[in-house]
């Protein structure tokens, strides 16, 4: 991943501070009405835009689900899990996983990311079709 120099204006610090305050991988409508209590007058399109800018840099991770997409704050690898139903997404812990998927490459392969999506349905999904 290439890291962009850029402008951090108002907007891309409360998308940035949104991000990093939340743990639900929240959905650029969601972005926009947090950052609307402090920033009242911005747009989905601003949020949109920003999101992207904030990606291409390096700083916001995005994962895609049925439902849309999602942003993420942390940017270090880490693997994520997707349920189908709801479209929440939960963070997971670094897999061990990781090293063995990088041994079984063939030899003069050379990795650059892993990222690790598993998607099924989360335990409250789950319970709820029970």
Known sequence: ?????????RQRQQILAVLAAKR?????????????????????????????????????????????????????????FVCERCSRVYDLAEPVAAEALQQALPEGFAVSQIHLELRGTCSECGSQAS
Not at 3 to 8: G, K, N
Not at 57 to 75: C, F, K, P
């Open 1 to 9: 991943m290439v890291l962009i120099a850029m402008r951090m204006t």
């Open 24 to 80: 639900t991988h929240p959905s650029a409508e969601e972005v926009l009405a947090e950052v609307r209590r402090v920033l009242p007058r911005v747009s989905l399109g601003s949020v949109y835009r920003n999101l992207r800018l904030l990606r291409e840099a390096g700083l916001v991770r995005e994962i895609v689900t049925s439902e849309g997409r999602r942003y993420d704050a942390v940017t270090s690898p880490h693997p994520h």
